[in-house]
């Protein structure tokens, strides 16, 4: 499998990621809660309308208090948790806080010595798919400068077993910082489908893998 680095240029077009429409701000293609408060961080954006704007922060909140709420070995995450999931806590959102006690399982995850037992939100699969979905649409629109068709489908798979396809995929790499997230991807065609795969991966740790399927579209 081809590993390789790519430098993404910035968008020459002004239309929206989401809908096409003419873009009128910018949207974060990694959610930016997901990464810690500190100056000179690099973020991915894409051209976004305003109603495309950050349409799903709550979402966006609940998928980052899944990820950090695991004992990861990532300080980086651990940073994210002390900084913005805590002291939202702290702020009084008792809501957000009920729900991570009540959901929270027993999980395993590997570290230096072997496996250890954590803690791990059972997290609302709709939700969670909802930001990948998100985020997969904008990388799409950041890698090949075209919207996603409304009417792709997509086949979302949280931390599955077994992630390679069955046969071998020259793949590329997206990175920025891989401590919070990498994503390998793969674009091709099957008949009158586009097919597309993304292998996302948050604070080197879990893993979104995404299958998009959408009409070819015309270059016209």
Known sequence: MEQMSVHLPKTSTKKCYGCGSPATTKEHVVPRCLYPDKPGVKLLTVPACRNCNNPLAKDEEYFRLFLTAAWTENPVAETVWEQKVRRSFERGWDG?????????????LPSRTGFVRTGLLKGDAARMD?????????????????VMPPEAKMNLYWQPRSWLPDRPLATRLITVDPAVFSCHYAIGSRGSAEISAWWMVFYRSFMYVVMAKAPIQSTQ
């Open 96 to 108: 957000l806080r009920k729900l991570a006690v009540a959901n929270m399982r027993d999980f395993y």
């Open 130 to 146: 909802r930001v990948a979905e998100k985020i997969v649409r904008a990388l799409y629109y950041h890698v090949t400068g075209k």
